[in-house]
């Protein structure tokens, strides 16, 4: 893997340049500056101000940045709703413990009751008050009951694997929003700095044709470059407004300060040698799969739970405290105590137990195969993010060649210019060449950084200071 979290090869490419200054015609240095076009130093100094004022200015440090990202994962609606299911997964499991605590019911009337009596007894009608009390207390129902609690805490488990999920998710989308909005800044400063250039050289060269010592066509290609360049910083403007966009739907507010905004550090020490590496830290960590691991679990536990609950009986313990008053056609105060054990088993004859049992097997086995198939997914994603780093590295590394090459041929240009073998126009369209292959291959700088925080993702590596 290679670090590009800087953009030094520019600043190889101005050195490169420098000492090629003077030229193969004894010229002096003083004599060479006093020949050169203004705009030489007006390029110089504005790639100078966009590479390195925005690789090396103080701006935006990783801390505040890992500040923006912590505060991201605290309060964001979908980490707030994932939170919120953790809670609910709790107080779930809070109540699955609860069969195993005796249950209170108490039950109190009050009506009207008239009975006809048999000759020789007189009839009776009162107003009969009962109050009944009874404590019941689950001795045993061979498993189910713990098998339930089972189940709860894996349900638990699992939504705490998808908050996971979720805070890794986002912290990806920032980091991505983040550094989008400086990649369209960028682009911006580089097809400004285009525009002016090229408008320079026309507000030149028109003052040549009106000394009569320039060439009108010169004026005209100047003139179609700048309309080309300026329909550039156009769509860099409007990429620049949706970067922004993203980022204030993530963050919940627009960047305070786009120009003090620096690239973040790229965690290379994270990333494994080689791709089988990243595929078994991927199966293991990824947040994603182990929740689906867990959802296969809690779906084995329901096949013991339906074996349990379907086909044995279950054990109770209870007692009953009755208070009648002018209760069944007799006056006065009765009271009943009952303590009993009793086993309860319900089974249905139309043999509705083994579809219970088949149906919760069947569910078992359909948790399987999503999880084999997020499993594959998963390796999919690893595969796909890996090469997609590759191929973003390779190529950054041909587009910086090319601002090499395009640095290179500028400075040729510029010296054949000063001899009479070159037009204007030639100087000028290698100068815009040289902006445009600049800001190109600081785009796909950009790229490698994005694919290195979504294999980190994959992998389940993300957290807040992950670019500290």
Known sequence: MVDLSSTNWLNAVQRKQRKKERPSTGMTTREIHRAAPNSRRFLTAFLSMVIFATSFSPGVTAEDLSEALETLVRTHKRVLAAQA??????????VT?????????????????????PTGSDDTAMVPRNIETTISQKVWDFGSTNSAIRSSGLTLQQTRETLESAKQALLLEGLTAYLNVIRA?????????SVDNIKRQAELEDAKVARGSGLSTDVLQAKTQLAGAEARLIQSQGTLKTAVNRYRAIFGAPPADIEKMTDPRLPLELLPQALNGAIN?????????QASRTGAYVAREAIKKTRIDEFLPTFDVSAEQKIKEDSGGTAGSQQEALI?????????????????????????????NRTGNTRDLIEEQTRNAWDNLETAEA??????????????????????RELGNRSLIDV????????NAASDATSADTDVAIAVFALLNVMGQMSANIAH
């Open 395 to 416: 190529n950054a590394g041909y587009l910086r060649n090319q601002a090499d090459i395009a640095a290179e041929f500028l400075d040729l240009a510029r010296r054949e």
């Open 185 to 193: 800044n960028k682009l911006v400063n580089f097809a400004s700095g």
């Open 340 to 368: 009993k054990f009793e086993a309860t088993y319900d089974f249905n004859l139309g043999l509705t137990a083994i579809n219970s049992l088949k149906a919760s097997q069947q569910g078992h086995i359909a948790t399987l």
């Open 428 to 435: 000028l369209a290698g100068e815009t060449a040289l902006i």
């Open 97 to 117: 413990w609860g069969d195993w605590y005796p249950n209170l019911s108490l039950t109190a009337n009050i009506g009207h009751e008239r009975q006809q009596k």
């Open 85 to 94: 299911d953790v809670k609910a997964a709790e107080e779930n499991l809070e």
């Open 281 to 289: 830290i991927a199966i293991k960590e990824n947040p994603e799969l």
